[in-house]
């Protein structure tokens, strides 16, 4: 079956309310009709509401940067499914390499999250990657195959559509360093490969990220494997992330 093509921004700890304005307006109608790719913003907590606003009619899926597994109560700085649902929020990322590494988020609170979301039917961008020291050492495939199995083993119930797995080589976050079509191609093969003999899930969409940016997309969206992007710092700005929304265009 074919596999949805998804352009993802993640704005991190960036853009108020001013530059999310002003990203709106300037993408304007853009996405509007368009049917062969989904478009996907995901602002940082404080911007949400101001963001579903003003992504009414434009075509595009808001995602939360992230969640905590309960319905509610004395969790101070916390903010549930409950309230992005309130808001018209449907999709959250989860498993963010700076949620794993500076956060300290662990693999069993990674996993509680990815039970939570689907159990209130949430979709999840589910992000793995190796440091480049694992990559140095060749353990690249042991790390992705322990971020999946820990989270999905005996962990899996949602509908195909409802799980989106993003490729981010921690070595190329923020760094200006971009893994090549090659060696991206080669780890989305791997995931695709485990995905599905693991859970027999094979046209799970996959996306990469990691210095993603309008002068290197083509190279990606080329490789067979590639089914999208989750864009950082080049996603700020409205013009170089409609680059790489459209870039075949």
């Given amino acids: 079956m074919p596999r949805t093509k998804i352009y993802a921004a993640n704005w991190k700890m960036n853009n108020m309310t001013t530059e999310t304005a002003a990203f709106f307006a300037a993408v304007g109608d853009r996405c509007v009709g368009v049917n062969d790719r989904e478009v996907v913003v995901a602002p940082a907590f404080p911007y949400l509401a101001q963001a579903a606003v003003l992504a009414r009619g434009k075509n595009i899926v808001l995602a939360a940067q992230n969640f905590y597994p309960a319905e509610n109560g004395a969790f101070t700085g916390e903010v549930s499914l409950a ?3 309130d808001i018209g929020v449907r999709t959250v990322i989860i498993g963010h390499s700076e949620r794993r590494h500076i956060i300290g988020e662990t693999p069993q609170q990674i996993r509680e999250k990815v039970a939570f979301a689907q ?28 971020q999946i199995s820990t989270a999905f083993d ?52 996959i996306l990469y990220g990691g210095s993603v940016k309008p002068d290197n997309i083509a190279e990606l969206m080329k490789m067979p494997d590639i089914d999208g992007v989750l864009v950082g710092g080049a996603s700020l700005k409205a013009g170089s992330f409609m680059e790489i929304v459209f870039w075949d265009r």
């Fill in 83 to 85: 309230m992005l649902a």
């Fill in 119 to 146: 159990k209130k039917g949430f979709r999840t961008i589910f992000c793995i990657g190796e440091t480049l020291p694992q990559r140095e050492r060749g353990e690249l495939f042991a790390v992705i195959d322990h």
């Fill in 154 to 205: 005996d962990n899996l119930t949602c509908p195909l559509e409802g799980l989106v797995i993003a490729y981010e080589p921690v070595w190329a976050i923020g760094t200006g360093i971009n893994a090549t079509g090659s060696q991206a191609q080669e780890m989305h093969e791997y995931i695709r490969r485990f995905m599905e003999q693991r859970y027999g899930r094979r046209d799970t969409t």
